[in-house]
């Protein structure tokens, strides 16, 4: 997968040069190239924003210099475009999932009060645009936010986790784990500072084990996320509890 990044701040990308997404660019997996926005900007100050029309506080990002850096980035090819903006749709497991199988991903990086909306009308009408948020909260940039979504993505890419089943159990995966969260999670040892592994994992019942796990998923959503489990239709809770 190629994955294009416009940015002022090219410096916030440095994390993708470690851990698994690290790992997946020295494999071949992932071809990750960020651009300095600023090297499309003709003045002597590299201006790449300017005031609101329409006044108020801030700048907004010119449509000019986006425009040449991303005609330039993408020549005659078709990348689907990604704005992180707090306005956009809400980034997800299942839009992390459907990203992953894009072959060619351009992110464009705002700044200020965000990049001038025509730059979304002109790439709307040749590229696939979505403005996607990372969550109810205002970042400065979107550095950050295209730091969680390429993570995210990234690691659903094949090969680029250690174990597949990893992302299958996942909170929010596809499938039994939809609209749940992951329950608890323990290792060795099976006594520690008094604290006790549940009797289950360490029974070697995989049907058990699959039973308690489901319940607990079950009972951390009911606890922290309960809107989650409403979307969840109630015939296909008991389908899959039938079959544990
Ligand atoms: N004035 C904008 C608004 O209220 O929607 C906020 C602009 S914010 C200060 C600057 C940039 O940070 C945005 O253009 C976007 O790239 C990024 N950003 C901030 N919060 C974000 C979020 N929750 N999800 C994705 N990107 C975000």
Redesign the pocket.
Known sequence: MRLDIISIFPEYFAPLGVSLIGKARERGTLDVRVHQLRDWAHDVHKTVDDTPYGGGP?MV?KPEVWGEAIDDVIGDGGPRMI??????RP?TQELAQELAGEEWLLF????????DSRVMAEYGSRLRVDE??????????????VLVMVEAIGRLLPGVLGNVRSAVDDSFAPGAMRNLLEGPVYTKPPVWRGHEVPDVLLSGHHGKVARWRRDQALRRTVATRPELLAEIDAETLDKHDRRL
């Open positions: 801030g990002m704005v992180p903006t707090p306005s956009g980034f464009a990086c705002g700044r200020y009060e965000g990049i996607v948020s990372i969550g109810d909260y205002v970042l400065a940039g979107g550095e950050v936010a």
